[in-house]
């Protein structure tokens, strides 16, 4: 049997620990329940001692983001798979069995995802991994279930059991060699994005990324930045540029960076028109960034394409912003 360890990363997430923890201890089996704390200056520590005494916690000196917490993290956990489940989540019986299996079953699987539901409006996909994710043509991101900030009523449209493009990092199963073998997540994301860029890699590399709807989790979301928080859309538009950076061919970057790069203006402009102007200096200042921070991302670029070929077979052809902002399609069967 393979062993599996849910790693929950929490900074000052007491009261969530405390709603959530209980349905991860009674629904996981044997699974491993871990919390690593990213300097928490709550009373998160005192809680899973006091409360959680079976559930193991691993410290953290300072609050290193998503991406930093995490990797330091699994350094210390032994596990065959991982499961890196948000403190935020509440799961429901039996929710890693078919996770597990398609693991178990699929040597080329190296990660799944569940479906993703709202934890406040429980019969609508949540924003984060909904049924699965995709890229457009242009590297933005969309699932099964949610289109920007659209998601649709769950109607079973998406109890499938699919290959797609990414899973979400909020509820992530993946194969602890293949974590660590990847590196890990990119840093230099902090948050947002980063488990897009670790599925490209793994599917650069010959691995496959997986959904499937036998399961639902409950997702409250938006408890690192809100939607509307500038910091949200600053990492939102600089990680979606560096990805584009880092994983097209430059036969493709050379045609679709300038229109990425117009698009994302025009959506600062949008910003601006309806009464957000610190969103729309965020994506100015997230395209000032992926600019300066260009040397480093051409070197890790450099440094991927040694051993992994470019593949943007799975991106899909459509172009979503003008789908959904001209055509007006908001599901994914329109």
Known sequence: MPSVAVVILNYNGEALLRQFLPSVIQYSGDASIIVADNASTDQSLSLLRTYFPAVKVITLTENFGFCGGYNRALKQVEADYYVLLN???????DWLTPMIQLLDNHAEIAAVQPKILSYHQRNKFEYAGAGGGFLDCLGYPYCRGRIFNYTEIDSGQYNDTREIFWATGACLCIRAELFHQQGGFDESFFAH?????????LIRSGHRIYYTGQRTVFHVGAGTLSKTNPKKTYYNFRNGLTLLLKHLPLSQ???????????????AVKFLLEGHPRDATAVVSAHYAALSELSETLKKRRKYKKHSPFSTTQLTRRLLPFDYYILGRRTLNQ
């Open 87 to 93: 403190s935020d989540v509440e799961v429901t019986p």
């Open 253 to 267: 970057l050379i045609i679709k960076l300038p229109i990425r790069y117009f698009l994302d203006l025009m959506a």
């Open 193 to 201: 994005m980063e488990e897009i860029d670790l599925c490209w890699k």
